[in-house]
């Protein structure tokens, strides 16, 4: 069964870091360009970044440069997000996305909390 | 606020058609494809539409999507009460390189 399962969130304070991870399984991520995606409680959504096949490539939102960071282990089939200075607006439910050519974000995970507060 | 402009909410009873629409700049939906999701509550978003107008397997022909110009339209025939979710439209922003979202439309089933 194709999915993707988000982990590493939680409640922090203003200013820590976390790691996200988004394990695929069912297919492999090498074939995929990746996302991650976030929804701040009762808005809509955001997209954050993107990655690249091999990594190479990798383009974020200016509302996260410089703090975010976008990364894949295709050998673990494992797509992660380091996000660091943590802000109260960065509250969010974060997706990671498949991008299928053509499909745009066809599969979904079902997210992982971050709550930033002080 | 959003570079793709959806309105915020649109109603229709159980039967009926309901239309909603997402309009933006040329450099978003202009040269782009349009790519529509639905979200239930509490739930991840589903692809319900891709490029414009197609339909991924699964999803009932009663979800049809078009777009012309700088706007695009998805329509809901034959409305359940099961529609009830939040429709987002995305475009890839040829000026900015990034994906875009609309903020959303919120339907409701009366």
């Known amino acids: 069964q194709v999915q993707l399962v988000e982990s590493g969130g939680g409640v922090v304070q203003p200013g820590t870091s976390l790691r996200l991870s988004c394990a695929a399984s069912g297919f492999s991520i090498s074939t995929y360009v990746m996302h991650w995606v976030r929804q701040a409680p009762g808005k809509g959504l955001e997209w954050v970044a993107f990655?690249?096949?091999?990594?190479?490539?990798?383009y974020n939102a200016d509302s996260v440069k410089g703090r975010f960071t976008i990364s894949r282990d295709n050998s673990n089939n494992t797509l992660y997000l380091q996000v660091n200075s943590l802000r109260a607006e960065d509250t969010a439910v974060y997706y990671c996305a498949r991008e299928t050519r053509g499909l745009a974000f066809d599969i979904w995970g079902p997210g992982t909390k971050v709550i930033v507060s002080s | 606020q959003s570079v793709l402009t959806q309105p915020p909410s649109a109603s229709g009873t159980p039967g009926q058609r309901v239309t909603l629409s997402c309009s933006g700049s040329?450099?978003?939906?202009?040269?782009?494809?349009i790519f529509w999701y639905q979200q239930l509550p509490g739930t991840a978003p589903k692809l319900l539409i891709y490029k414009n107008n197609q339909r991924p397997s699964g999803v009932p022909d009663r979800f049809s999507g078009s777009k012309s110009g700088t706007s695009a339209s998805l329509a809901i025939s034959g409305l359940r009460s099961e529609d009830e979710a939040d429709y987002y439209c995305?475009?890839?922003?040829?000026?900015?390189?990034?994906?875009?979202f609309g903020g959303g439309t919120r339907l409701t089933v009366l």
């Open positions: 995305a475009a890839w922003d040829d000026s900015l390189s990034v994906w875009v």
């Open positions: 040329s450099s978003k939906i202009g040269s782009n494809h």
């Open positions: 990655i690249w096949y091999d990594g190479d490539d990798k």
